[in-house]
């Protein structure tokens, strides 16, 4: 059993879950069964209105909102979940508390890192392993309530984390954003583009989020408009860079074969993969736009399910800033270097375009879930429950988390 | 005067770089076991692992690969903005974050050839030599 085995080292780690080896042999055995999230948009409304009586949404209470809806949209009874995985980047309540705080009494329960999308195929692994046969994974953030920031002396000398975040302070050079514009800066010098063609990114992600009620940013704008806005770092616009918004999701999983037999069209874990830079950080973010990782991650997740770019027909990636969703959408191999910007403008990153990206809004528009709000999209994509939105005769789709240094795509496909 | 910046890091090995700073060298590491030049400063050589890192003087020129303004403030009064922020590549290989000197972000064109001047800093750490760069 040495691959359950080394799918379920990878949960050792406290914090950041490393993704599980990708082999062929753990594709499809597990499927997406339920999905929800808690008031996204509802939520960040009242947040910024702080009309009297407001008070801040707790992560239990968010992560149980998410979950309730996620059960519901299974069919399965309180007591068919038999494992409970909680995810969360700032903390919460241990598993055992939030179990009880769900009123479901798993076998079961652990801390399963943060961010996506580790959590996913290691929860996986558990099933695969006999460990549980229906687990809860549960992500939750009070980021926007707890004040969090991503810049400037947040993160201090010697904190945690990349150098890239607090090596340069001497310099005034911080923040998440500023690592974007650089890229964004080079790849319009490079190849002749500038802020009025990026413009067309988060744009189309905008119009994509204006048909998802939950979405927290809907009205759409125009190029003129995106040009009209602020600039955060410049060449990027306000429109530019993600949101900063609490919420919870909550996935369900079950053994593939079981949930044959489930209320909803099973989505099934098909692929995954990993890759990390490991030297010349700055330059592998700004002059490659990690293309190299980009290749290397999506190559094993492809591998591992059986398919080829050409039959991913759906694409939800980590816009931490609009640019980066252009060097995922090339890196991954969906269009060549360079032509990123085109391919948008040419609709190609919407409905009846090559790849529709980022169809519920992104972390731009719809709601800044460090990649777990892909999730709910993809299952509702494949399933053909996504409206007004939906591709047409969709089969297979893809995510990705992709930091500053780690690509983490999965591959998903329709089971039935 | 000595302008005020937020705090350098310190410590084994960023003291080093610092000193060669205030002698008006870029001082880096570099592997001696696979030719890697590492930054910023590391503990072990993140191409091959060598612990044998020694730091040597660098050139100092390069051109510029980058660039960004900051509109936002992240550092509250102690930075004015607009800030400008640039990135070189040495000739030695490395890319480095720094600040422009005798020129704007306005005026930066990729490939820009610059050469590294040093400006009179003070942080909490004390006084120290801050690397920018020139046209060359």
Known sequence: MAIWEGIITGMAQAGFVDMPPSVQEASRKVSIVGIGESDFHLDYRAERERADGWEPRTVEDMCKKAFERALADSGLKRSDIDGLAMSYTYGGPEPSEMATHFGIQPKLGWINGHIFAGPLPNAAGRIMAGDAEVIALVFGIANRSAGRQFGGMTFASGAAGPSSYYYHHPWGWSSQAAHWALMAQRYFAKYGKGEEDLGHVPMTVRKHAATDPNAVMQKPFTIDEYMASRYIVRPLHLFDICLVTDGAVCVIISEADRARDMAKVPVDVAGWGHSLITQDKMKVMIEDRLRPQLQDAGGQALRMAGLSIDDIGHFEGYDASSIHLVNQVEGFGFTEPGTGLDFCIDGQMTLGGRIPTNMNGGNMSYSYMQGWGQVPEIVRQLRHEAGPRQIEGLQASMSALTQTDIVHPVVYTRGD | ?136
């Open chain 2, 1 to 136: 005067m000595a302008q005020q910046r937020p705090p350098r890091m310190t410590g084994p090995g960023h003291d080093t770089f610092w000193e060669g700073c205030g002698k008006g060298e870029i001082r880096m590491q570099h592997c001696p076991d696979c030719g890697h030049r590492p930054w910023p400063v590391v503990t072990s050589c993140e191409q091959c692992g060598s612990e044998k890192l020694k730091f040597e003087r660098v050139s100092g020129k390069g051109k510029l690969v980058s660039w960004c303004t900051f509109e936002q403030s992240y550092y509250g009064d102690l930075l004015p903005v607009p800030w400008d922020t640039i990135i070189v590549e040495l000739d030695e290989g490395p890319w480095f974050i720094s600040n422009p000197k005798g020129f704007t972000n306005a005026e930066a064109k990729l490939g820009m050839a610059l050469k590294v001047s040093f400006l009179d800093c003070e942080d909490q750490h004390g006084a120290f030599a801050l690397p920018v760069f020139e046209p060359a």
